[in-house]
Structure formats: structure tokens, C-alpha cells
């Protein structure tokens, strides 16, 4: 388990993070999301023990990583993929990690296998593309089979069969009961694998919700339908604390009412349809929401720039 109370880090007069408390549960995965510049990396280079807090706690399984006898088996993490020494083969690298909490060559090709780089093993780190190196770091974080893994943008350079791998990883490692901390700005990917989300932005706590929570966040639910026979269907549906807004001359959107409702009406009239669907913001949405007062750089697009 990961526990941040109080975490603030400042450099000069700038806060990078601002106040932070949240708890990482073992058993599932935790994504921690935030736009570029929110503090993510500095939370995470913190609870590593690698930069100091100003003020506040991380702890890992209760103790600080510092005062662990060995943080390899304690948490393993991947906060930059190319830190390793480019002349040194994969193999060795794993190697050299491994000799400093006495972990054997064998979990070495273990951890090989796992990630898929057996065959690659013995070429310089220094010529694997950034996919190869990912899986490499991801390796490194699973070397001393620890109970809390933590991860920096694990996906990054990952072709489609990669990042599918590394969702399948993730859910494994959660279901395994340990701790899985996953620090990502891709709501759409995260969508797709964390159970509990913790978004920060410009250093400060947005939302530390489930997946069910942070759908709830979405807005109102909305129902679209297609029909030659929008006119009639409005009237059927119109009644007290339901809208119903048309969308083109065919297209009817409802808000009041589900599609189970909209559905018993549409049969009971013998009305013929061409499209029913539920809408609500996608969670990527949600996310761009409720962060926007907190991105770092803030562009136009072409269209918006003309206008």
C-alpha cells in the first residue's frame, strides 16, 4: 500500500506539489492522472525517495522506502525508461540491479521472458528502440517481485500488441493483490485498466474517485434517436422533467428518460427507427473537464485560430 499525507514540494517560489494525500489499495489498479506539468512525476520521485518533501509523508507498506532493508522487494517503479548505461546489454543491466539486493541471475530470466526481451537480451541497451527500452524499465520495476509496482507512462512508444500486453500486466498484477500505481495523462487508455483514478493538477488534489464515481462526473446521461418520425415522437415524449431537443429534422435528443423508457414508447406506437443510442461524455472528456483550468500549455486549433 501507498500512503501520501500532507505531501508538498517546493522549489524556490514554485510548488510543484501542493498539500497531497491519497491512498494506493492493494488489489487493484490506481491510475494517477494529470496533464503534463501537474506534478505526477514529482509525487512519484518522492515516494521513491528520491527528492525530499518539503513537508508531508509517502510511505510504502508503511515505511518510508529509505528505511527499507530492500526496496527492490518492497516497490518496484519505472520513472524513465532510457536510464540505463547504453553500453550494457538488457541482461546485464538486470544483472547489476540484481546484485544489489541478491536476487538471482535465474529471476533475471525470469523477468526477461515476462516482458518478452529474452531474444534482445544480449544487445546493448543503448540501440533498443523506446518500446524495447519501456519493456526493459518495466523488467527492472518486476525484478524483486515487490508488492507495490509504480509506474511513469508505462504505454509510452508501446505498439498496439504492447500496450494491449501491458494492460493485460497490469490487471494481473492488481489481481495477484498487489499495489499498482500507473501515472498516465491517456484517459482513454486508463479507461480502459484502472478501477480507482486519482487526478491532480498544477500540484493540488481534482479527484480521487472509482471508476463508477468518475463516470458519474460525466454529466447527464442523454439518449439519441433517429426516425422519420421525430414530430410524433416528441410529442409522445414530452412530459414533465423530460427534454427532448431536436437534432437536425430527423434526430431527437432526450434527457429525462433511459432507453429501456424511450424504447417501450417507440414499440407500443409502432414507430420505425433508424438509430437509439445512449450518450454521455466519454471518461477522456470527464478528464479534459476537469482539468482544464490546470494545463500547463494551453493551444488553439487551426479552425480556432482563423476564427
Known amino acids: 500500500m501507498i500512503e501520501v499525507t500532507n505531501l508538498t514540494k517546493r522549489y524556490g517560489t514554485t510548488t510543484a506539489v501542493d498539500n497531497l494525500s491519497f491512498?494506493?489499495?492493494?488489489?487493484?489498479?490506481?491510475?494517477?492522472?494529470?496533464?503534463n506539468g501537474a506534478g505526477k512525476s514529482t509525487t512519484m520521485r518522492m515516494i521513491l525517495g528520491l527528492d525530499t518533501p518539503t513537508s508531508g509523508t509517502a510511505t510504502v507498506n508503511g515505511r518510508s522506502?529509505?528505511?527499507?532493508?530492500?526496496?527492490?522487494?518492497?516497490?518496484?517503479?519505472?520513472?524513465?525508461?532510457?536510464?540505463?548505461h547504453p553500453k550494457r546489454s538488457g541482461r546485464n543491466h538486470l544483472r547489476a540491479l540484481a546484485a544489489t539486493s541478491g536476487i538471482s541471475n535465474q529471476r533475471v530470466d525470469e523477468v526477461l521472458d515476462i516482458v518478452g526481451l529474452s531474444d534482445v537480451a544480449d544487445r546493448q541497451a543503448g540501440g533498443f528502440s523506446l518500446g524495447m527500452s519501456q519493456r526493459l524499465g518495466i523488467a527492472s520495476a518486476l525484478l524483486g517481485d515487490p508488492s507495490t509496482v509504480m509506474l511513469d507512462e508505462p504505454v509510452n512508444g508501446l505498439d498496439p500488441e504492447g500496450i494491449l500486453w501491458i494492460r493485460h500486466l497490469l490487471k494481473d498484477l492488481a489481481a495477484e493483490g498487489r499495489t499498482v500505481l500507473v501515472s498516465s495523462h491517456l484517459m482513454s487508455e486508463m479507461a480502459l485498466t484502472a478501477e480507482h483514478f486519482v487526478?491532480?493538477?498544477?500540484?493540488?488534489m481534482i479527484a480521487d474517485v472509482t471508476a463508477a464515481e468518475l463516470e458519474d462526473l460525466s454529466g447527464e446521461s442523454t439518449v439519441f434517436v433517429r426516425t422519420a418520425e421525430a414530430s410524433?415522437?416528441?410529442?409522445l415524449l414530452t412530459r414533465d422533467?423530460?427534454?427532448?431537443?431536436?437534432?437536425?429534422?430527423?434526430?431527437?435528443?432526450?434527457?429525462?428518460?433511459d432507453s429501456g423508457?424511450?424504447?417501450?414508447?417507440?414499440?407500443?406506437?409502432?414507430?420505425?427507427v433508424s438509430e437509439l443510442v445512449n450518450r454521455r461524455n466519454s471518461l477522456e472528456q470527464?478528464?479534459?473537464d476537469l482539468t482544464s483550468d490546470a494545463v500547463e500549455y494551453s493551444?488553439?486549433?487551426i479552425t480556432q485560430a482563423a476564427a
Open 232 to 235: 410524433r415522437l416528441r410529442t
Open 241 to 257: 422533467g423530460v427534454t427532448v431537443r431536436d437534432e437536425g429534422s430527423d434526430g431527437l435528443s432526450i434527457v429525462g428518460l
Open 65 to 84: 522506502l529509505r528505511k527499507q532493508t530492500a526496496p527492490l522487494t518492497e516497490l518496484g517503479a519505472l520513472l524513465e525508461a532510457k536510464a540505463v
Open 286 to 288: 470527464t478528464f479534459m
Open 23 to 35: 491512498t494506493v489499495k492493494p488489489g487493484i489498479v490506481t491510475g494517477f492522472l494529470g496533464p
Open 199 to 204: 487526478i491532480i493538477g498544477q500540484g493540488r
Open 299 to 301: 493551444a488553439r486549433t
Open 261 to 272: 423508457a424511450i424504447g417501450r414508447v417507440i414499440a407500443d406506437q409502432a414507430i420505425v
